[in-house]
Nanobody, 119 residues
Framework: VQLQASGGGLVQAGGSLRLSCTASGRTFRMLGWFRQAPGKEREYVARITRSGSTYYADSVKGRFTISRDNAKNTVYLQMNSLKPEDTAVYYC????????????????WGQGTLVTVSS
């Protein structure tokens, strides 16, 4: 099983980025994103079930949109109105079951993609 993430980069505050993550090897009930800023713990961002139900952390609600293409086994994170505090390494995450979004419940992680938001 492999999760391949892409789409990070440098953007000015107020700008947008779209992250993608393709899973290979099997399908997952839940796909999502976490992020980790320098010196901080990894935190949950958003998740989506195979049926399309979406959930967000309060810090990104209304600005980020998660979606998935089951045929491509790919999850996306559209990030709008980015803020400097969104700067972090973003990790794609996959779970075999629909479980609470804590790092300990994640079965597979992607390699991370850096998002830098300048002020």
């Amino acid at each position: 099983v492999q999760l391949q993430a892409s789409g990070g980069g440098l953007v000015q505050a107020g700008g947008s980025l779209r992250l993608s993550c393709t899973a290979s090897g099997r399908t997952f009930r839940m796909l999502g994103w976490f992020r980790q800023a320098p010196g901080k713990e990894r935190e949950y961002v958003a998740r989506i079930t195979r049926s399309g139900s979406t959930y967000y952390a309060d810090s990104v609600k209304g600005r980020f949109t998660i979606s998935r293409d089951n045929a491509k086994n790919t999850v996306y994170l559209q990030m709008n109105s980015l803020k400097p505090e969104d700067t972090a390494v973003y990790y794609c995450a996959a779970s075999l079951e629909t479980v609470p979004p804590t790092p300990g419940n994640i079965d597979y992680w992607g390699q991370g993609t850096l998002v830098t938001v300048s002020s």
